[in-house]
């Protein structure tokens, strides 16, 4: 059994996803969440509140690996910098406890849970709610994104995105 702990990093809402992968490749959902900051603090409190919930997370769960999503920056720098911040602070967490990291794009992780890299973010959606055999699309759209980048890793077979 192999435990991917999935995130889709951001700083007003960080969706996480964990799934247990057994022997045959069958994913099962263990748990699904957002973690959310009070979008009037000051950025660093924002940060410093991420950095605790996503330890107690990962000390909850014990993940043997965290897949996560890679920046996209589509038209608002600020936002990605922020949004980089709280990536860092989530990368540096899963470092201070031995976790493995592997690193997806946006577009690979579209490819391997829908099998097309430009496909809707309701089709994601759709796919995560199938694979996981859930009876609904998990809520919010970050907890859903963050299982579609779980169901990513464990589709993946390369090791060169983990560090």
Known sequence: MVRVFGVDPGIGRTGFGVIDVDERQCPHLVDTGC??????SEVSGRLL??????????ELHSPDVLAIEELYFAKNVTT????????????LEAARLHIPIAHYAPSQVKQTVTSSGSAPK???Q???KLLLRLQE????DDAADALAVALCHTSFKQVSNIH
């Open 49 to 58: 509140q991420l950095s605790e919930d996503i330890r107690s997370l990962f």
């Open 126 to 128: 759709e796919m995560v």
């Open 35 to 40: 973690i959310a900051t009070q979008p009037n």
């Open 137 to 140: 699309v998990p809520q919010p």
């Open 122 to 124: 309701r089709q994601v």
């Open 80 to 91: 990605g910098l922020t949004v980089a911040q709280a990536r860092g602070v989530i990368l």
